[in-house]
Structures are given as C-alpha cells and as structure tokens.
C-alpha cells in the first residue's frame, strides 16, 4: 500500500506565493508520472500540473507562467510553486502518482487534498 500526504496549503492575498508538497511512503518500487490536480466546488477535478520520471513537465494553460512542479526522487516527493496567485486559483488541491509496488502494473494514487484560498 501507498499513501501520499500533502501540506502547503493555506490562505493568501492575491499576488502572493505558496509552495505545495506531496510525500509518498509505503511499498515503492518507482513512480512514474506525480501530477497536481485541483477541484472547486461546483467544478471538475482539473489537472494542474504534471512531472514525469524523466522530468518532463506539463501545465495547465491558465497557470503557465505562474506554477512550476517540481520532484525529488530520492523524497519520493512532488513540489508546485505557486506565485502570482490570483483568486481563481482557490481550490483543493490534491497529488496523484502513479505507482510500481511489484506485480504486473503500477497503480494510481490519490493523496487527501490540501486547501489553497486566495483572497482578493
């Protein structure tokens, strides 16, 4: 079994910066993708951001240029600096991962959420 546990999450003027964090632990073989999604109520979980194992990174069109994902492998852990907030950015945030523990394929993960507010 896997679990992921973030922190970073808070409340912040808009402008402002907040830097997410996303631990896994458990029976870990290597994980591939590590991505942050995001879900407002009343909306869609929304992908944020994603890392691949080889460090390739992907963003959502609305926060490119703003966000940047990063992973420490030996941490088996996911960072998303978040700056220049703006209020739209208010969601819980959550880390996925996809991840080897043995057998025949690796599994998706889902960590608890984490909740960003971004006050005007």
């Known amino acids: 079994q896997v679990q992921l546990v973030e922190s970073g999450g808070g409340l912040v003027q808009a402008g402002g910066s907040l830097r997410l964090s996303c631990a896994a632990s458990g029976t870990i073989l290597s994980i591939n993708s590590m991505d942050w999604y995001r879900q407002a109520p009343g909306n869609e979980r929304e992908l944020v951001a994603r890392?691949?194992?080889?460090?390739?990174?992907n963003y959502a069109d609305s926060v490119k240029g703003r966000f940047t994902i990063s992973r420490e492998n030996a941490k088996n852990t996911v960072y998303l600096q978040m700056n220049s907030l703006k209020p739209e950015d208010s969601s819980v945030y959550y880390c996925?991962?996809?991840?080897?523990?043995?057998?025949?394929?690796?599994?998706?993960?889902w960590g608890q959420g984490t909740q960003v507010t971004v006050s005007s």
């Open positions: 890392i691949t194992s080889g460090g390739n990174r």
């Open positions: 996925n991962a996809v991840v080897y523990s043995g057998g025949t394929y690796p599994r998706n993960y």
